[in-house]
């Protein structure tokens, strides 16, 4: 699978973008299924919301992927997202289930094998436009921003402690 080039990637529409993405998805799909002929074909929806870029819905029978990130980091997702949620596809069907961790080493071995790609378990998009998070906290050293259920779940006692310098989040009124 060729990468296409980030000029190209941001002359394309919405809908020219998704259809990509469903090629990306067929043609990881086929290199899987050169050795895996037995493995279902996924289906591929745009309804993700929120702060995940990606994820593999096996009830469903499918990939989901977040439109909004998906305009907003156009060659990371097709370069990146879309590799890691077909692993995911993958590894569950070659392992018969979620007997396996999600991000162990099954599913980094189909990412650097299969794809070629180091495996990341987290993307680093920035998430603000997919998921607005009207509350702003700090901590020691950055500012966070949160959705209103996190802010209710602080505000009814909840702590919550950056991951950075483990210092408590504050609200900032």
């Known amino acids: ?30 290199l899987c299924h050169s050795l895996y002929p037995d493995l279902p074909q996924p289906e591929v929806w745009f309804d993700l919301r929120g702060k995940g870029a ?13 439109p909004v990130l998906l305009s907003d980091n156009r060659m990371e ?3 990146e997202v879309v590799p890691h949620e077909v692993a995911h596809w993958l590894v569950w069907h070659l392992e018969d289930g979620p007997s396996f961790r ?12 299969l794809f070629g790609i180091a495996p990341s378990v987290t993307h680093e998009f920035d998430t603000r436009s997919a998921s607005p998070a009207p509350y702003i906290y700090r901590c020691d050293c950055q500012e966070h921003h949160f959705s209103a259920r ?24």
């Open 1 to 30: 699978m060729p990468n296409p080039d980030r000029e190209m990637l941001a002359r394309l529409t919405l809908p020219e973008l998704q259809a990509l993405v469903r090629q990306r998805v067929d043609d990881a799909m086929a």
């Open 102 to 113: 999600p991000h162990g080493r099954e599913w980094q071995t189909v990412m650097v094998r």
């Open 150 to 173: 996190r802010h209710a779940n602080a505000r009814n006692g909840r702590e919550y402690r950056c991951r950075r310098c483990r210092g408590r989040l504050r609200h900032c009124a």
């Open 77 to 79: 997702f097709v370069v």
């Open 54 to 66: 990606g994820q593999a819905h096996f009830g469903r029978g499918g990939l989901r992927f977040n």
